[in-house]
């Protein structure tokens, strides 16, 4: 796949979204302004459009209702990166009217969903609509909209975004993206880019660490409806930020197994990277603004970063730096187990547990088999015992009978 000379193509009025404010990258963009009329009937994908009925609406107020109805947090990621990756489809492959995919973007798509069918765990229940995909991808390069005909038969559980991505306005979709990325990062490490399923699937496609970096470029170059966000990316990418050339390996079946990790650790520093420069910039507004006590607050927000030291304790050292394979740990637990993992801190706790078991238990055998000792000799001497009739050690016959005392006379006497 070209790496280079990528800014190039955002040159060009083809690939240039007019949208470029994160609230608007929801209705998928049109390339002439004379089919502006077009847009107005696309779906309006934003978190505060997707409409509920009334009953819903105060149903969903009622206290005892909600904690009935409220989904698990392991429900609400995978409902998120699910209504992510449709979305991302639409506003991607509609964004440019309903022209015919090129042969790059239709190659770039094809791509995607490969990796996507190799990495996600069943649990997303993606798997029916990513092949249904991948069998009419010439169908949907020559009419894109027959995209939209295939994902609406392919229903989603739940059409809104959890309450932890729409805490702020406009951002549902980007919060379910990173969810995505994050579990298809999993997959491909935990699943060693497709290897661990050749067994049941001989035919299936390999990816090793950089290819599946490749697709993720390739991806945001041509489908990710948010300029700034892709040439951000793209830039970096192409740069090896994060040391990205030296720790995606390009070998699949040689690889160690260790280097498949760095996939997602690689992508877990891009995405907090992102985060601190957003807070970073909310610090500077507010700078601007007069307003230096909400800068200074954004300056030292806590929450850009990801795991906060809340969610994971033991992702970070006495130092204060991050301990790289507690953070995969929870990565794991987060994105792939989906919560029922052990935590890093209980994992802790049962090595430290384990180990006093270790030491207790050589105690243990040795009291045990004092205590068998003991029993089987007294065993051993109950049977003597009841052999010989003898109930004292060293019982012996009396040779005279005792003296009594006074005038007492036996009565035989």
Same mark, same amino acid.
């Given at each position: 796949?070209?790496?280079?000379?990528?800014?190039?193509?955002?040159?060009? !009025?083809?690939?240039?979204?007019? $949208?470029?404010?994160?609230?608007?990258?929801?209705?998928?963009?049109?390339?002439?302004?004379?089919?502006?009329?077009?847009?107005?009937?696309?779906?309006?994908?934003?978190?505060?459009?997707?409409?509920?009925?009334? #009953?819903?609406?105060?149903?969903?107020?009622?206290?005892?209702?909600? @904690?009935?109805?409220?989904?698990?947090?392991?429900?609400?990621?995978?409902?998120?990166?699910?209504?992510? +990756?449709?979305? #991302?489809? $639409?506003?991607?492959?509609? @964004?440019?009217?309903?022209?015919?995919?090129?042969?790059? @973007?239709?190659?770039?798509?094809?791509?995607? /969903?490969?990796?996507?069918?190799?990495?996600?765990?069943?649990? /997303?229940?993606?798997?029916?609509?990513?092949?249904?995909?991948?069998?009419?991808?010439?169908?949907?390069?020559?009419?894109? !909209?027959?995209?939209?005909?295939?994902?609406?038969?392919?229903?989603?559980?739940?059409?809104?975004?959890?309450?932890?991505?729409?805490?702020?306005?406009?951002?549902? %979709? +980007?919060?379910?993206?990173?969810?995505?990325?994050?579990?298809?990062? $999993?997959?491909?490490?935990?699943?060693? #880019?497709?290897?661990?399923?050749?067994?049941?699937?001989?035919?299936?496609?390999?990816?090793?660490?950089?290819?599946?970096?490749?697709?993720?470029?390739?991806?945001?170059?041509?489908? %990710?409806?948010?300029?700034?966000?892709?040439?951000?990316?793209?830039?970096?990418?192409?740069?090896?930020?994060?040391?990205?050339?030296?720790?995606?390996?390009?070998?699949?079946?040689?690889?160690?197994?260790?280097?498949?990790?760095?996939?997602?650790?690689?992508?877990?520093?891009?995405?907090?990277?992102?985060?601190?420069?957003?807070?970073?910039?909310?610090?500077?507004? %507010?700078?601007?603004?007069?307003?230096?006590?909400?800068?200074?607050?954004?300056? @030292?927000?806590?929450?850009?970063?990801?795991? *906060?030291?809340?969610?994971?304790?033991?992702? +970070?050292?006495?130092?204060? /730096?991050?301990?790289?394979?507690?953070?995969? /740990?929870?990565?794991?637990?987060?994105?792939?187990? +989906?919560? *029922?993992?052990?935590?890093?801190?209980?994992?802790?706790?049962?090595?430290?547990?384990?180990?006093? !078991?270790?030491?207790?238990?050589?105690?243990?055998?040795?009291? $045990?088999?004092?205590?068998?000792?003991?029993?089987?000799?007294?065993?051993?001497?109950?049977?003597?015992?009841?052999?010989?009739?003898?109930?004292?050690?060293?019982?012996?016959?009396?040779?005279?009978?005792?003296?009594?005392?006074?005038?007492?006379?036996?009565?035989?006497?």
């Amino acid at each position: 796949m070209k790496q280079s000379n990528s800014n190039k193509k955002f040159q060009s !009025k083809k690939y240039q979204s007019p $949208m470029n404010n994160y609230k608007s990258q929801y209705r998928p963009a049109v390339a002439d302004p004379k089919d502006a009329n077009k847009n107005k009937n696309a779906a309006d994908l934003r978190p505060e459009a997707q409409k509920k009925g009334v #009953g819903e609406q105060l149903f969903a107020k009622v206290p005892i209702v909600k @904690r009935a109805f409220k989904r698990s947090h392991a429900e609400e990621t995978l409902n998120d990166a699910a209504l992510s +990756f449709t979305r #991302g489809l $639409m506003m991607g492959v509609l @964004r440019i009217s309903d022209d015919p995919l090129d042969y790059k @973007r239709k190659a770039a798509l094809m791509d995607w /969903l490969d990796l996507l069918s190799i990495s996600l765990p069943p649990e /997303l229940n993606l798997h029916e609509l990513i092949d249904t995909l991948r069998l009419n991808i010439d169908s949907i390069s020559q009419s894109p !909209k027959s995209l939209t005909a295939i994902i609406e038969k392919h229903h989603i559980p739940n059409p809104n975004w959890s309450d932890s991505c729409t805490k702020k306005v406009g951002l549902g %979709f +980007f919060c379910g993206f990173w969810k995505l990325l994050h579990i298809m990062s $999993m997959g491909v490490s935990e699943q060693a #880019g497709g290897l661990a399923l050749q067994e049941s699937y001989p035919t299936i496609r390999i990816f090793s660490a950089k290819e599946a970096g490749d697709v993720i470029r390739e991806y945001m170059a041509y489908f %990710f409806n948010c300029e700034k966000c892709t040439q951000r990316f793209i830039a970096q990418y192409d740069d090896c930020s994060f040391q990205r050339c030296n720790r995606l390996s390009d070998a699949t079946v040689d690889a160690p197994a260790d280097s498949w990790k760095e996939f997602s650790i690689w992508l877990w520093e891009v995405h907090n990277d992102v985060s601190r420069s957003k807070a970073s910039r909310a610090s500077d507004v %507010f700078t601007k603004w007069g307003k230096k006590e909400e800068a200074k607050r954004w300056e @030292r927000d806590m929450s850009a970063v990801y795991p *906060h030291i809340d969610q994971c304790l033991t992702c +970070f050292t006495a130092e204060g /730096l991050w301990d790289v394979n507690a953070v995969y /740990l929870h990565l794991e637990r987060e994105y792939w187990d +989906f919560g *029922h993992g052990v935590s890093a801190e209980m994992e802790s706790f049962l090595e430290y547990n384990d180990e006093r !078991k270790t030491v207790s238990s050589g105690l243990g055998m040795y009291f $045990m088999l004092m205590l068998i000792v003991v029993a089987a000799w007294f065993l051993f001497k109950k049977q003597k015992l009841r052999l010989t009739g003898h109930h004292k050690k060293y019982e012996a016959i009396p040779t005279s009978f005792p003296r009594m005392r006074g005038n007492v006379k036996y009565r035989d006497s």
